[in-house]
């Protein structure tokens, strides 16, 4: 079966900094999304990505956050300013066009600022 | 505004019995209904999807779950667990299928020997 992979499995930062996460979506896939998972919550949408633009974030995707499809393959979700509370698992998924096909969902990034 | 809620923080299960897992969802209409399985170090990973039609709907792993309208319900089952079937399970629900989930808070399942 095809995979969405991410990485790193885990990022360790300094708040404050800037944090880039990485997302390789299956190949034909066009729609792309960031979830992710405090600790001992739940999984929570962050935003969705279609035709290189935002077409839904949630009320948690401030101006902190970012997304960005630089070239072909990836996907990235970045965090301008870390704060102690973005330490998450942070989920990557795709999908393709097809009404019935499903989101493929990533291993996840843990991320832990300190 | 839709939730899903899984009322079961941690089910422990003998290996060889059935297992339920429970879902309640609030919506206005009918949504999309999925059940998602994560394994330890493992990205979420579709068990089944509801969407219309019959209302009992076959999974991947031997797993089955049943719409039932009247009770807000989407619980999932299966006849007799293995010990890999020890993961966390989340229930979500979704006005389209695209992808903007509302996950529950998941249910941690133990397999005992």
């Known amino acids: 079966e095809p995979e969405v992979t991410q990485t790193p499995s885990h990022q360790v930062t300094q708040m404050g900094q800037e944090v880039i996460l990485r997302c390789v979506p299956i190949?034909?896939?066009?729609?792309f999304y960031w979830y992710r998972q405090i600790l001992g919550q739940k999984v929570e949408f962050l935003v969705s990505f279609y035709n290189n633009e935002i077409s839904e974030k949630s009320e948690i995707f401030d101006d902190q956050f970012s997304v960005e499809r630089p070239d072909g393959s990836n996907f990235t979700l970045k965090i301008r300013s870390t704060k102690l509370e973005d330490s998450a698992m942070y989920f990557c998924?795709?999908?393709?066009?097809?009404?019935?096909?499903?989101?493929?969902f990533g291993s996840g990034t843990q991320l832990s600022v300190l | 505004a839709q939730s899903v809620t899984q009322p079961d923080i941690h089910i422990t299960v003998s290996e060889g019995a059935s297992l339920e897992l429970r879902c309640n969802y609030s919506?206005?209409?009918?949504?999309?209904l999925f059940w998602y399985v994560q394994s330890p170090g493992q990205g979420l990973q579709l068990l089944l999807k509801y969407f219309s039609g019959d209302t009992l709907v076959q999974g991947i792993k031997g797993f089955e779950a049943e719409f039932k309208r009247s009770q807000s319900s989407f619980n999932l089952r299966k006849p007799s667990v293995h010990w890999s079937d020890a993961a966390e399970y989340f229930c979500?629900?979704?006005?389209?299928?695209?992808?903007?989930?509302?996950f529950g808070a998941g249910t941690q399942v133990v397999v005992t020997p």
């Open positions: 190949s034909n896939h066009l729609y």
């Open positions: 979500a629900v979704g006005t389209d299928s695209w992808g903007k989930f509302q």
């Open positions: 919506y206005g209409a009918t949504p999309y």
């Open positions: 998924a795709s999908r393709s066009v097809d009404f019935n096909e499903k989101l493929f």
